[in-house]
Structure formats: structure tokens, C-alpha cells
């Protein structure tokens, strides 16, 4: 997976509970992105980051936030979790601006009850 | 409004025979067209993308077809493998920035 790590891999949670994932990358790559993937819905955009504190929403970012405190490392976060949340995450990253050349990590399955 | 989806939602085939995966999409100011390719339990891995002002591109066993005139993609793999099942999705890049819209998946199922 291109050198990159999420964790935790699995997560059951609460309603209302905070949650943090975090993505670890390896490869020096400037832009991290956060995906969730639902059926139906393919994978969508939560947020990304083009840098050092840089980061920018997505197509369904309500109810996330995310941070990018080294390059390596890009973390996102539930500040309540709902039911609706639930899902697997996906970290991707790449190297320049053009997204199509992303490479994803392994995810993490989120279950909200 | 802009979408891509995918014409079949599951695809069955010999092994050793021509895969061929399809997609419509809607925006036609997209600027690349990609597949990825997702096996069970991991994360999508980029396969092949084309750009907007080509028809055809090909790779190691897999070919893109791009037809602007119908706003159709397509996948083709050649002499199909074991290996190949899983989901192939196709997506688009919007705006020339960090968007990129992912279609449904399709499923492909490989029969020995």
C-alpha cells in the first residue's frame, strides 16, 4: 500500500463518543486525502491537505474535522460520532496536485452504534 | 448534474477470456479518466487513467477506451485472471484540482 499505514484498522464506538483515525505515510507525498466508502456511494471526499496545516473540505465533510501537523501524518476526527458514520475510511496520497494519481491505504472500518 | 456511474454492477467471466468493464460519465470538462481496481479487504490501487484529449491507452493487459461523442469509458482486460476479481471503479477529475468523483463499482468474478 505505497507506504501507508491507518490506524486503527477497527473501531467500534458510541454515539457521541470522539474518534480519531490516523493516516501515517512514508513516502513523502505533499497531499493526503480522507475518503469514506459506503455501498452504494463509491468513495467520497472528506478532506484533504496540500501541506503542512494546509488543509481544505471535501464533498461530505459536515461533522468531520482533520488535522496535518508533520508531513507525514494526517489525522482525522469525529468530535461526536453518529450512527451515520459509520463506514470504512480510506487515507490516500500523492505525490503532486493531480489526484488521479492517489494511492490508498489499507482503511479503517468505523462501526457507530 | 456531474456523476459517474457504471453500467453493470456485477460481471462474471471465464478465466482466460476479454473482461470489459463500462462507465458513463456526465462532465465533459473532465480532465482525466481513471480505474482503480479494489480487492477484498484493502484499498483501491490506481490501474490506468487517460486523459481527456486521447481515445485509447494501453497497459500491461489493460486497455482505457475513452468515447467523448457518448460520454463512455471502458475497461478491458485481457485474457482474464483468478487474480483480477474484485471491484473496479472509474472516476473522473473535475476542475483540474483535488476532486476526483468515483463511480459505484462494478464487481468482476473470474471463473476458473
Known amino acids: 500500500d505505497a507506504g501507508i499505514t491507518q490506524s486503527p484498522r477497527h473501531k467500534v464506538t458510541e454515539t457521541g463518543t470522539p474518534v480519531t483515525l490516523r493516516c501515517h505515510q512514508t513516502?513523502?507525498?505533499?497531499?493526503m486525502y480522507w475518503y469514506r466508502q459506503d455501498p452504494g456511494h463509491g468513495l467520497r471526499l472528506i478532506h484533504y491537505s496540500y501541506g503542512v496545516k494546509d488543509t481544505d473540505k471535501g464533498e461530505v465533510s459536515d461533522g468531520y474535522s482533520v488535522s496535518r501537523s508533520k508531513t507525514e501524518d494526517f489525522l482525522l476526527t469525529l468530535e461526536s460520532a453518529t450512527s451515520s458514520q459509520t463506514s470504512v475510511y480510506f487515507c490516500a496520497i500523492s505525490e503532486n496536485g493531480l489526484s488521479y494519481e492517489q494511492y490508498f491505504g489499507p482503511g479503517t472500518r468505523l462501526t457507530v452504534t | 448534474g456531474e456523476s459517474v456511474g457504471l453500467h453493470l454492477p456485477t460481471l462474471s467471466v471465464q478465466e482466460g477470456d476479454n473482461s470489459i468493464i463500462n462507465c458513463a460519465y456526465s462532465n465533459s470538462a473532465s480532465d482525466y479518466f481513471i480505474w482503480y481496481k479494489q480487492e477484498s479487504g484493502k484499498g483501491p490501487q490506481f490501474i490506468i487513467d487517460?486523459?481527456?484529449?486521447?481515445d485509447k491507452r494501453q497497459g500491461q493487459r489493460v486497455t482505457v477506451l475513452l468515447n467523448k461523442t457518448v460520454k463512455h469509458l471502458s475497461l478491458q482486460i485481457a485474457a482474464t485472471q483468478p487474480g483480477d476479481s474484485a471491484v473496479y471503479f472509474c472516476?473522473?477529475?473535475?476542475?483540474?484540482?483535488?476532486?476526483?468523483?468515483f463511480g459505484a463499482g462494478t464487481r468482476l468474478f473470474v471463473k476458473a
Open positions: 513516502e513523502n507525498h505533499r497531499y
Open positions: 487517460i486523459r481527456s484529449n486521447m
Open positions: 472516476a473522473e477529475t473535475q476542475g483540474g484540482g483535488f476532486k476526483t468523483i
